[in-house]
């Protein structure tokens, strides 16, 4: 997909296109993971939908949780929850970073 050493750096509007499909796809992971996290916080927690979804979007951005957990499943959950959504934030980061590093990387690298 990314354009290889012997290759020409591409346009300033191919890279924004790529720019905007990258961050596509990492709405669509963030997305994905807030929605595991409503149905967490709902099913296991006993949260209602609006406080599902407060607090796995609070979790997954670091904030912390909001609401009181009284289960020791639900507990659980939250912990796995919060290591999970480490690693989703990770993973979104690195998908939009991908390209603009690439781009400074191929610049310097590029052959005339």
Do not use: Q
Not at 81 to 108: C, D, E
């Amino acid at each position: 997909m990314l354009e290889k050493r012997r290759h020409k750096v591409i346009s300033t509007g191919t890279f924004v296109r790529r720019l905007c499909l990258f961050a596509g796809v990492a709405v669509l992971i963030a997305s994905f993971a807030l929605l595991i996290g409503i149905a967490g916080y709902h099913w296991i927690a006993g949260f209602a939908w609006i406080d599902a979804l407060l607090n796995a979007a609070m979790i997954l951005t670091g904030m912390g949780p909001v609401g009181e957990l009284r289960t020791p499943e639900a507990k659980l959950f939250a912990s796995a929850y919060a290591l999970f959504s480490g690693l989703v934030f990770i993973t979104v980061m690195g998908v939009i970073l991908t390209p603009v590093v690439h781009r400074v990387l191929h610049k310097f690298h590029v052959e005339d």
